[in-house]
């Protein structure tokens, strides 16, 4: 059950939210990557709900949110994600952060560790020098903002940066929600540049050795855009962390394998830190 959509004032701007479920129940944030909104949870949302108070919002730059000038950082945006549970007054949640939005989670992890009960990792990287990059035409793939006007069309060129091969076949679902995620999103090309701007100041690689907070690292196995080197790097760093991966599953692997993904979380997040 929907329970509220609102703003809340944070660090200098305004974050559009959406929270679900029973506000007695444990809180679980979670915070969407590069040119996302609250609606790319679909596949979460439902399954979380009925046991968790959940969060979702528009990052800043994206959505309803408000949209900055360029020159903000990953840390300013992880700030943002502690704001907002201040203004919502919950002193700690579970965090599921995904490529961008799993950069945001190091960083509160790192800035405000007290706000975290446990981290959960999707795609992403820990930035500097070690991290393994895309190859270079997924990577101009990633910079090409043009569109042919029909967003059926735009995803089927895209899908293959972000989905593992087949997947749209396999799971009809995801075109459909997909066509639905594109269609309200309000995000600018100007805005979607600057995200990109603090994806470049993000370098946690040599910190991540300080993080304490249970941590369960997740990936698709055939992640062309965020290679999964990647997770194993981080769970290599982060003392006691997890690694899951994903056996044919690209960037968008919490909808490619959903259930997989979402009993898992469950597991990590209410059990006693067994492995997934």
């Given at each position: 059950m929907?329970?509220?959509?609102?703003?809340?004032s944070?660090n200098?701007?305004q974050?559009?939210y959406k929270?679900?479920?029973?506000?007695?129940?444990p809180?679980l944030l979670?915070?969407?990557?590069?040119?996302?909104y609250?609606?790319?949870?679909w596949?979460?949302?439902?399954?979380?709900?009925?046991?968790?108070?959940?969060?979702?919002?528009?990052?800043?730059s994206?959505?309803?949110?408000?949209?900055?000038?360029?020159?903000?950082?990953?840390?300013?945006?992880?700030?943002?994600v502690?704001?907002?549970?201040d203004?919502?007054?919950?002193?700690?949640?579970?965090?599921?952060g995904?490529?961008m939005?799993?950069?945001?989670?190091?960083?509160?992890a790192?800035?405000h560790?007290?706000?975290?009960?446990?981290?959960a990792l999707?795609?992403?990287?820990?930035?500097s020098?070690?991290q393994k990059?895309?190859?270079?035409d997924?990577?101009?793939d990633?910079?090409?903002?043009?569109?042919?006007g029909?967003?059926r069309?735009?995803?089927?060129?895209?899908?293959?940066?972000?989905?593992?091969?087949?997947a749209?076949?396999a799971k009809?679902?995801?075109?459909?929600?997909?066509?639905?995620?594109?269609?309200?999103?309000?995000?600018?090309?100007a805005a979607?540049m600057?995200?990109?701007?603090?994806i470049?100041?993000?370098?946690?690689?040599?910190k991540l050795?300080t993080?304490?907070?249970?941590?369960?690292?997740?990936?698709?196995?055939?992640?062309?855009?965020?290679?999964?080197?990647?997770?194993?790097?981080i769970a290599?760093?982060?003392?006691n962390a997890?690694?899951k991966?994903?056996?044919n599953t690209?960037?968008?692997f919490?909808?490619e394998a959903?259930d997989?993904?979402?009993?898992d979380?469950r597991?990590?997040f209410?059990?006693?830190?067994?492995?997934?």
């Amino acid at each position: 059950m929907e329970k509220a959509m609102s703003f809340a004032s944070v660090n200098g701007i305004q974050l559009f939210y959406k929270t679900y479920g029973n506000l007695e129940n444990p809180p679980l944030l979670l915070n969407t990557g590069l040119s996302g909104y609250h609606a790319d949870w679909w596949a979460q949302v439902p399954a979380f709900e009925d046991d968790f108070y959940v969060i979702t919002f528009d990052n800043r730059s994206a959505g309803q949110s408000t949209y900055p000038e360029p020159g903000y950082t990953m840390a300013d945006m992880a700030d943002d994600v502690a704001g907002l549970l201040d203004y919502l007054q919950i002193e700690s949640a579970f965090v599921f952060g995904i490529s961008m939005g799993g950069m945001m989670a190091q960083n509160l992890a790192l800035r405000h560790p007290h706000k975290i009960r446990k981290l959960a990792l999707g795609c992403t990287n820990a930035g500097s020098v070690n991290q393994k990059m895309a190859d270079a035409d997924v990577i101009a793939d990633l910079m090409d903002t043009s569109s042919t006007g029909d967003v059926r069309q735009d995803i089927l060129n895209g899908a293959w940066t972000l989905l593992a091969d087949g997947a749209l076949e396999a799971k009809p679902i995801i075109m459909e929600k997909w066509i639905e995620v594109s269609t309200g999103n309000l995000q600018t090309e100007a805005a979607y540049m600057a995200q990109m701007q603090a994806i470049a100041t993000h370098d946690v690689f040599a910190k991540l050795a300080t993080i304490q907070i249970p941590t369960l690292v997740l990936h698709g196995e055939d992640d062309v855009l965020v290679p999964s080197e990647n997770g194993r790097m981080i769970a290599d760093q982060i003392p006691n962390a997890k690694l899951k991966l994903y056996p044919n599953t690209g960037h968008m692997f919490f909808w490619e394998a959903h259930d997989e993904v979402n009993a898992d979380l469950r597991t990590f997040f209410l059990g006693d830190n067994e492995p997934v």
